[in-house]
């Protein structure tokens, strides 16, 4: 492995690490994308700082937690905006986001039995339906264009893994009305580097 050359570790799957590929993908960073199974993780566990994944390794530390390696990242690659305010908008739109990810989660692992993520998914759609059209306010005020500071931020790139999530779960009905919302989607999907990103990545089997 090239020195420096960061490794982040995760189940094969998209799940709580999507964001940091995405961010690293979209930055053009060559790292290791190094996915496990479980009983590579029941061996890895107890070396692990909170037993849990994903975790960066870079330069001889371990960085861990989900919404920290990404917020590290998206600082380290120019994805926070422009000033403390801009920043502070893009935590606000991944807190919410992470709020319906967590819901879509039980859903997304339900899937191989039809009857149990149906149920699972109508309790989701009870925080992401008016979640999603939160965001759709929020986008709107801030200009239509993007959902902090009128620039790109990691703020959009997970409402691009939030949103795939979203969908892959049959949760489509919660996008409803949400215009800017499948727009400005749509328009993270055509970023050169993100669309290679999906392209390229491994296949996760549900």
Not at 57 to 76: F, H, P, V, W
Not at 87 to 109: I, S, T
Not at 142 to 161: E, I, M, P
Request: net charge positive; hydrophobic share 40%; glycine share 6%.
């Amino acid at each position: 492995m090239a020195p420096n050359k960061m490794t982040l570790t995760y189940f094969d799957g998209p799940g709580r690490a999507e964001i940091s590929r995405l961010i690293m993908a979209y930055a053009g960073v060559d790292f290791e994308d190094k996915r496990i199974d479980f009983a590579e993780f029941s061996r890895l566990k107890p070396s692990l700082p909170y037993g849990q994944l994903p975790t960066l390794e870079m330069d001889g530390k371990c960085l861990c937690q989900s919404t920290t390696i990404a917020r590290y990242l998206a600082n380290k690659y120019n994805l926070t905006g422009h000033c403390a305010m801009s920043a502070a908008q893009a935590d606000e739109v991944v807190d919410a986001l992470n709020d319906m990810q967590g819901k879509l989660f039980p859903v997304y692992l339900a899937l191989k039995d039809p009857a149990a993520a149906k149920e699972k998914l109508a309790e989701a759609l009870k925080v992401c339906t008016p979640g999603f059209a939160n965001l759709e306010k929020r986008l709107e005020a801030r200009g239509g264009q993007f959902l902090a500071g009128n620039t790109l931020t990691w703020a959009d790139l997970h409402l691009h893994v939030v949103t795939n999530l979203l969908v892959t779960c049959g949760g489509d009905a919660a996008l409803a009305g949400c215009f800017k919302i499948k727009d400005l989607n749509s328009r993270v999907a055509a970023l050169p580097n993100i669309k290679k990103w999906v392209e390229s990545r491994p296949v996760t089997k549900v």
